[in-house]
Nanobody, 127 residues
Framework: QVQLVESGGGLVQAGGSLRLSCAASGRTFSSYAMGWFRQAPGKEREFVAGITRSGTRTGYPDSVNGRFTISRDNGKNTVYLQMNSLKPEDTAVYYC????????????????????WGQGTQVTVSS
C-alpha cells in the first residue's frame, strides 16, 4: 500500500509558476507509475500528467503540454509537477496518484487505472 501526500499548492498570478510535490510512503515507489490529475469545482477530474516507473516516458494532454513537466526522484519517493505559464483555467485541486504496474513503459491517463490517491492541494491562479 502507498500513501501519497501532496504539497506546494497556493495562489499565483497568471503567467507565474508553481512546483507541486507528492511524497510517497513505502519502499516500492519505483514499482508505481505516477500521475497528476486536477478537478475544478463543478467539473470532472482531469488528467494532467503521467510518468512511467523509471521516469523515461511522460505524457500530457494538449491543455498543459509545453507548460507542465512531470518528474520523479525514486531515491526520494517523490514525484513533482512543475507548472509554468499558469492560466486562470488551471485553477483546481491537484491530486497525485499511483498505479502499480509490472511494465517499465506503462502509464495511464484515466483515473480509474490508478490504485492510490493523495488528498489534493489547491492551486489558484488569479488573472
Amino acid at each position: 500500500q502507498v500513501q501519497l501526500v501532496e504539497s506546494g499548492g497556493g495562489l499565483v498570478q497568471a503567467g507565474g509558476s508553481l512546483r507541486l510535490s507528492c511524497a510517497a510512503s513505502g519502499r516500492t515507489f519505483s514499482s508505481y507509475a505516477m500521475g497528476w490529475f486536477r478537478q475544478a469545482p463543478g467539473k470532472e477530474r482531469e488528467f494532467v500528467a503521467g510518468i512511467t516507473r523509471s521516469g523515461t516516458r511522460t505524457g500530457y494532454p494538449d491543455s498543459v503540454n509545453g507548460r507542465f513537466t512531470i518528474s520523479r526522484d525514486n531515491g526520494k519517493n517523490t514525484v513533482y509537477l512543475q507548472m509554468n505559464s499558469l492560466k486562470p483555467e488551471d485553477t483546481a485541486v491537484y491530486y497525485c496518484a499511483a498505479l502499480r504496474t509490472d511494465s517499465a513503459w506503462y502509464t495511464a491517463s484515466t483515473s480509474s487505472a490508478y490504485n492510490y490517491w493523495g488528498q489534493g492541494t489547491q492551486v489558484t491562479v488569479s488573472s
